[in-house]
């Protein structure tokens, strides 16, 4: 076997497992009469006590840090579980709450203002707003789109047929330009400031998680129904379903109850009249907008 | 100290009491050096089953089986700390185990082909 055969390094590796300090120290040892066993001296058995002290005491640490580990870690996944189900739950019960304040100041408000004429026309207002954000319970005609993610393939690859947060968004982006005027998602409203997006392989809407099959609920006019199946993202969707295996329903649905959504408190935006923007290089571009229309 | 017999008895001891200090002692290691340990052990286990193998052979030394143990744990260490911060540790761990699990299958090998002549 010479240095420059190809293979030499692999047949040394598989061959040659004793270190070669051995043989070396043996060839030295020959002509000296010291017996093999006592070799090195005193010192030299005094440190291969302690490497044997070390490798033992190394072993067991190490078995004992793996061993603990496994269970910590097992544990900690376990409490994490436990505190997303109940910040969960406390979110729940903190929306369920917040319908029924809201509830509670809308029936005030509205007992309040019906009393006058200045206040029904605010209460009109209001109620205009209100149903603008997505903020009250709506019914209506529409259509109900569901995606429901591929099955597994059989090998255990990638499930190229899994719903996708871009799939949910452009459906909605389709509905809204089709001229819907309330959608839901998995029976969470959407507002004007709800976002879609997954996390990992979960999607969530609004921050919430939403799971497969995805039930898109859109009041609108009936039109939706052609203009979505048309629209592109409608034939890239069907394009999955004949390629991936995805699934895709839309039917018609004569009335549709849609929730209202959380809403959320808006801090920094201003209504634009109250700094007298209207006045400023920015106000004049709005107004010359506002006067095209 | 000549005429002592340097028979299995200091390995056994040693042994012994090293994994008695790890059992009572039970000392808690930097987390920094956490990574390092298994593939310390692993050389460890090198060092030892060359050491056993060299004794057979009758060519062991205990000056060797000291300076391949430390430069074992030393090199294997290093490398996977070099490997830590090129960000290939997890490759270059394997590489050690791979080869070191090679050298610790030959010599057990080797032993057993003295213990049992097959």
Redesign the interface.
Known sequence: MTQTDPESMLKR???D???P???E??KR?AGSSDP???????R??L????????????????I???RSSAPQREELRQALIEDIAAQRAAGDLLAARLVEVRDEATHAREELLTATSKGQEALDELDRAESNAGLTQVRGPGVAVTLTDAPPPEDGGDNLGRILDRDIQSVVNELWAAGAEAIAIDGQRLGPRTSIRSAGQAILVDFRPVTNPYLIEAIGPAGMFDDLLESSAGRTLASYVSAFGLGLDVVQAQQLDLPPGTGSSITLAQPAQRFGILGSAAGRRHSAWREER | ??G???GPV??V???????????L???S?PTSL?PY??I??VA??D??F?GI??RL??????????????SNVIVAGLIVFLGDQLGVGAQLSTAVIV?LG??????TA?IRRHLFRA
């Open positions: 590796l598989l061959n497992t004793l270190d300090g051995y043989e120290a043996a040892r093999p066993a006592q070799a090195g001296g005193w030299a058995r440190a291969f006590a302690l490497c044997l002290l070390l490798i033992g005491a190394l072993s067991t640490v190490v004992a840090q793996v | 100290m000549k002592i017999r340097t200091i390995p001891l040693g042994l012994a009491l090293g994994i008695a200090a790890g059992v002692l039970d000392p290691v956490q340990l298994p310390a052990v460890a286990l060092a030892v060359g193998r060299a052979d009758h060519v062991f030394d205990a000056k060797v089986f000291v300076v391949s143990f430390v080869v090679i050298r610790i299958f030959g010599n080797a």
